[in-house]
Nanobody
Framework: QRQVAESGGGSVQAGGSLRLTCVVS????????VGWFRQAPGKEREGVAT???????SYADSAKGRFTISKDNAENTVDLQLSSLKPEDTAMYYC?????????????????WGQGTQVTVSS
């Protein structure tokens, strides 16, 4: 059974940092990706960063230079380091795992989601 679970959200002031962790289990196929999405109130869920099974990352423009995605294969975890946070980064952050093409296509195509973790950045 495939499972995805996040942790690590919280509240910080602008310019601060947070580290989100996603634990992924039950994926037998090698060509899956893990990604982080976020959804602010009244907005659509948007992709933030993804990492493939070989550890290659990709980032949304809003995340480049500030966020870093990494994985630990031994622990089956994928972390998202959030730095230089801005109030506009405030959102529920979701971890997702699926075949890579589904994450590339967008949130509508992704089948496996965590429950979400809230990130709040105050000015």
């Amino acid at each position: 059974q495939r499972q995805v679970a996040e942790s690590g959200g919280g509240s910080v002031q602008a310019g601060g940092s947070l580290r989100l962790t996603c634990v992924v289990s039950g994926y037998a196929y090698s060509h899956y990706c893990v990604g982080w999405f976020r959804q602010a109130p009244g907005k659509e869920r948007e992709g933030v960063a993804t990492i493939d099974s070989d550890g290659n990352p990709s980032y949304a423009d809003s995340a480049k230079g500030r966020f870093t995605i990494s994985k630990d294969n031994a622990e089956n975890t994928v972390d998202l380091q959030l730095s230089s946070l801005k109030p506009e980064d405030t959102a529920m952050y979701y971890c997702a795992a699926d075949l890579c093409w589904r994450l590339v296509q967008g949130a509508e195509e992704v089948r496996d989601w965590g429950q979400g973790t809230q990130v709040t950045v105050s000015s």
